[in-house]
């Protein structure tokens, strides 16, 4: 089945500057990769998704990039602000999956004012 | 406004007590899942149903049960013989569960039980 690893586990950074979380997945077959924003005591909300059509994908401070041959992709937060603190999940999908996802680790990002 | 209901927020259980967690869906999605998160790890697939009165099992189903009787309700009952049950669980659902990747997942807020 799928695997999907995140890295880092922890990320602090400074108020205005750049995050990056980066994702690997296992199953080449996999064509849907969504991030999610998780805050504390909540349930997990999707902030932005990329499909294997496509190499990058960006709405206003966040980005997502996608290299299906190396089979990683990655979140980039940039002008972080205080209320991007939160813990964010990357996910995998593969066609023929009921399961729909298969969801990294998790990484708690930071963001000191 | 639809969504999905969880709970209670909070549980306690004592050892050896069999105990139900509710998830309700207003969105009118066919999938439902139930996952568990434990502190600084991922969400890891309990039970999963595709349609009413059907349903699977995750990766880590041993000593949870479920039932989807109504397309809307898909309760988690976590019995005595699972054995460290305290964590936060969270019940999702998409719009089809026919076999298509990339349908969005929704959550709901979550429930955390705790073993006394």
């Known amino acids: 089945g799928e695997n999907v690893e995140q890295h880092p586990s922890t990320l602090s950074v400074q108020e205005g500057d750049s995050a990056v979380i980066k994702c690997t997945y296992s199953?080449?077959?996999?064509?849907?990769f969504p991030w999610y924003k998780q805050e504390l005591g909540k349930g997990p909300q999707l902030i932005i998704d990329?499909?294997?059509?496509?190499g990058e994908k960006k709405d206003q401070r966040i980005a997502v990039t996608l290299n299906k041959t190396a089979k990683h992709f990655s979140l980039h937060i940039t002008e972080t602000q205080p209320e991007d603190s939160a813990v964010y999940f990357c996910?995998?999908?593969?066609?023929?999956?009921?399961?729909?996802?298969?969801f990294g680790s998790g990484t708690q990002l930071t963001v000191l004012p | 406004d639809g969504g999905i209901t969880q709970s209670p927020k909070y549980l306690f259980r004592k050892e050896g007590q069999n105990v139900t967690l509710s998830c309700e869906q207003n969105?009118?999605?066919?999938?439902m899942y139930w996952y568990r998160q434990d502190p600084g790890q991922g969400l890891r697939l309990i039970y999963y149903?595709?349609?009413?009165?059907?349903?699977q099992k995750g990766d880590i189903a041993e000593g949870y049960s479920v039932s989807r009787e109504k397309k809307e309700s898909f309760p988690l009952t976590v019995t005595s013989a699972q054995k460290n049950p305290t964590a936060f669980y969270l019940c999702?659902?998409?719009?089809?569960?026919?076999?298509?990747?990339?349908?969005?997942?929704?959550f709901g807020e979550g429930s955390w039980l705790t073993v006394v």
């Open positions: 999702a659902s998409t719009v089809t569960g026919v076999i298509v990747s990339g349908n969005t997942i929704y």
């Open positions: 199953d080449s077959a996999s064509n849907y």
């Open positions: 990329i499909r294997s059509n496509v």
């Open positions: 996910a995998a999908s593969s066609p023929g999956s009921a399961r729909q996802l298969t």
């Open positions: 969105l009118n999605h066919d999938a």
């Open positions: 149903s595709q349609i009413v009165n059907d349903f």
